[in-house]
């Protein structure tokens, strides 16, 4: 389990990182004595535990050293030191910043409760293929490819229907006159998606055409005005359970995490 530190800790623990030098490459580490203090700082035992869960988060793929270790502990010394520095000034008695370390260990609790509980109740073989069976034996949503150009106002848009009604060429007017950064460079291409992949209006112009058909007045959406051409339609096929798993044991998890929160939360009084 992933413990999220105080970002306090990682800026931290730059100081030590500015001053070492590129070291040569180090022979592994020894392991941790559990029972020992990882150091004692004006009498208070900082945990070797600590500095495990630490290393953890400052490796990000760094090889375990003696110089991460000596990192580790000179970071684990400087929060000793500033933390006890603020309980000294009463800092922590300030409402919003006990409100902060309040929701931190909270957050924490609750995400080792609902790890636990997701442990407790593993995914079986049965459910993910109950799950793959439901989703192939449903409908499928037909897939589009499709090019748009997206302006300001409806004015624009009606000008280039009545250009492209004049044989100008779609690509070319959709990378002169399209705002969207993301397909005007293509021309206005867009990639083979499902009607999910749109907001509404866009996705109901678009099935509302037929294949090579554009659309002769301009749709309106949050973003502008878009004039639509349809290039294309597919069955997307559903992919074998082998190449799905993982994606349906992550929903099934999520489906656990959700019934853990609605067990919490059933007899709870909420006010």
Do not use: C
């Not at 897939?143 to 997206?150: M, V």
């Amino acid at each position: 389990m992933r413990l999220a530190l105080l970002p306090a800790l990682v800026l931290l623990a730059l100081t030590p990182l500015a001053q070492a030098q590129t070291p040569a490459p180090a022979a592994a580490t020894p392991a941790v004595d559990a029972s020992k203090p990882l150091a004692v700082v004006n009498g208070k035992e900082i945990p070797a535990l600590y500095g495990e869960l630490v290393k953890r988060e400052m490796a990000q793929g760094q090889p375990d050293s003696p110089e991460l270790a000596t990192r580790v502990r000179e970071s684990l010394i400087n929060l000793e030191l500033l933390s006890r520095a603020a309980q000294d000034k009463g800092l922590d008695k300030d409402p919003q910043l006990a409100a902060a370390l309040d929701i931190r260990r909270k957050d924490q609790l609750a995400k080792a409760y609902l790890e636990d509980y997701v442990k407790a109740h593993p995914i079986t073989d049965a459910e993910i293929q109950a799950t793959y069976d439901k989703a192939k034996a449903g409908p499928v949503e037909p897939e589009y490819r499709a090019h748009h150009i997206l302006v300001k106002t409806e004015a624009e848009a009606k000008k280039i229907i009545a250009d492209l009604g004049k044989k100008a060429k779609f690509e070319d007017l959709a990378k002169k006159q399209s705002k969207d950064p993301g397909s005007a460079k293509n021309g206005g291409a867009l990639d083979w998606s499902d009607r999910r992949a749109f907001v509404p209006e866009f996705s109901d112009a678009l099935a509302g055409l037929k294949k090579g058909e554009t659309t002769q007045t301009p749709v309106k959406t949050q973003f502008g005005y878009h004039v639509i051409r349809l290039d294309d339609t597919r069955q997307p096929t559903i992919p074998p359970l082998d190449a799905v798993r993982g994606e349906i044991v992550k929903q099934l998890q999520q489906l656990r995490v959700r019934d853990a929160i609605t067990a919490a939360r059933t007899g709870a009084k909420i006010e």
